[in-house]
């Protein structure tokens, strides 16, 4: 089975997401660029390409929009509760608090500062 090796959140206004995303995760966002698109804004989630999990970035194109309905991003939390408290003070909302998911933990359901739906993932209830 392949794994999620990278991952595109899709932005209008990179300052107000980088903020969000900074909150809520309790993170820092660095500077990326995008070799094939000059006008590309980007803010990557740190990763050094050699551990399990994903990589990804915040990115700004003029051809792509952020939105509900496409792919959804589960952010790994040691309680998704902590993570989901910070939600409306970031200016995201929820769409559905920490719920069990059997065997496999609990999940947050969020939505980000540009609309975007995101889910926050914890194995243990903490």
Same mark, same amino acid.
Request: hydrophobic letters at 35%; proline letters at 6%.
């Given at each position: 089975?392949? +794994?999620?090796?990278?991952?595109?959140?899709? /932005?209008?206004?990179?300052?107000?997401?980088? +903020?969000?995303?900074?909150?809520? #995760?309790?993170? =820092?966002?660095?500077?990326?660029?995008?070799?094939?698109?000059?006008?590309?804004?980007?803010?990557?989630?740190?990763?050094?390409? =050699?551990?399990?999990? &994903?990589?990804? &970035?915040?990115? +700004?194109? &003029?051809?792509?929009? @952020?939105? @509900?309905?496409?792919?959804?991003?589960?952010?790994? *939390?040691?309680? *998704? &509760?902590?993570?989901?408290?910070? /939600?409306?003070?970031? !200016?995201?909302?929820?769409?559905?608090? +920490?719920? @069990?998911?059997?065997?496999?933990?609990?999940?947050? #359901?969020? =939505?980000?500062?540009? !609309?975007?739906?995101?889910?926050?993932?914890?194995? =243990?209830?903490?």
């Amino acid at each position: 089975m392949r +794994k999620v090796g990278w991952f595109d959140i899709y /932005v209008e206004d990179m300052d107000r997401a980088q +903020k969000f995303y900074e909150t809520v #995760l309790d993170t =820092t966002l660095s500077p990326m660029g995008d070799p094939t698109d000059p006008t590309a804004q980007m803010r990557a989630f740190g990763d050094d390409f =050699t551990s399990h999990g &994903a990589g990804g &970035a915040l990115v +700004k194109l &003029a051809h792509a929009q @952020p939105g @509900p309905g496409g792919s959804m991003v589960y952010f790994s *939390c040691d309680d *998704c &509760a902590v993570e989901e408290a910070r /939600v409306a003070d970031a !200016g995201g909302s929820i769409v559905r608090p +920490k719920f @069990p998911i059997g065997e496999h933990g609990f999940v947050s #359901l969020v =939505t980000d500062s540009e !609309g975007n739906m995101i889910g926050l993932h914890s194995v =243990t209830a903490s």
